[in-house]
């Protein structure tokens, strides 16, 4: 099914702003230029924690389907959700071009959760928890949705002095690597706060990296510098 729900969980604002990018989110030097950058390590992240090959993977908030091809093309099974039809409508699109195969849903997480429990090996939520007006019931879905044993992984930005310096008047103001207005800093997420919406879905924390843009290299990586942008991957408990 590709269908919507009632579930009021989003902000037509922000639906709007990513959506108006569609049609260059797959630009390497568009206005999602930083998006490209960090994907790489984004996907390595998921990949030294989870064999993709074969696995069942859900991609939430997968805008035009960056991470979700990046995964597939690494053998993974699928599955991505947005709510911006115009993004859905692109990750077709490039699908059809790339000839990569990614079953993409203009759907909820809440929605899918009540379809598809205990269904995904893996989970990714990048960069959407702080765009949403209640990310803590993302953060339960997905847990909902994974196997025993299974694993989310999420990426935001801290709710710190450096991640406003940084992310928004350095990267929206200054060097102009995202779009006026692509961050708002009360909506940002400190870890303590992820931890605590994860261990009220049942997961388990089991790490926290930091992930370090670099504008005059356009490319990304993992470190341990957590103040600004970082990954956290959590588990969901096996069954005894």
């Known amino acids: 099914m590709n269908t919507t729900t009632s579930n009021d969980n989003f902000s037509q604002a922000e639906l709007d702003k990513f959506g108006?990018?569609?049609?260059r989110w797959w630009d390497p030097e568009g206005p999602q230029k930083a998006l490209h950058a960090?994907?790489?390590a984004r996907l390595g992240y998921v990949?030294?924690?989870v064999k993709l090959q074969g696995a069942a993977v859900l991609d939430v908030g997968c805008g035009a389907g960056l991470l979700s091809e990046a995964l597939a093309r690494n053998g993974a099974q699928v599955t991505a959700l947005d709510l911006a039809p115009e993004l859905i409508k692109v990750a077709k699109l490039h699908r059809l071009e790339s000839g990569i195969d990614v079953d993409?849903?203009?759907q909820s997480a809440e929605a899918l959760a009540g379809e598809m429990p205990g269904k995904f090996d893996a989970i990714t939520c990048m960069e959407m928890l702080e765009h949403v007006p209640d990310p803590a019931a993302i953060v339960q879905a997905c847990a909902t949705m994974l196997k025993?044993?299974?694993r989310l992984f999420l990426s935001t930005l801290n709710r710190t002095p450096a991640a406003f310096a940084l992310a928004i008047v350095g990267a929206e103001y200054i060097a102009r690597v995202?779009?006026?207005g692509t961050h708002q800093y009360r909506d940002f997420i400190k870890p303590s706060e992820l931890a605590a919406w994860l261990r009220a879905a049942g997961l388990q924390l089991e790490d926290v990296s930091g992930l370090m843009y670099e504008p005059w290299r356009n490319s990304a990586r993992v470190v341990s510098r957590t103040d600004v942008n970082y990954l956290a991957c959590a588990q969901k408990a096996a069954r005894d």
Request: proline fraction near 16%; hydrophobic fraction near 30%; avoid cysteine.
């Open 20 to 23: 108006a990018l569609a049609q």
């Open 38 to 40: 960090l994907n790489p």
């Open 47 to 49: 990949s030294d924690r």
């Open 104 to 106: 993409y849903r203009l």
């Open 148 to 150: 025993p044993g299974g």
């Open 178 to 180: 995202l779009p006026k």
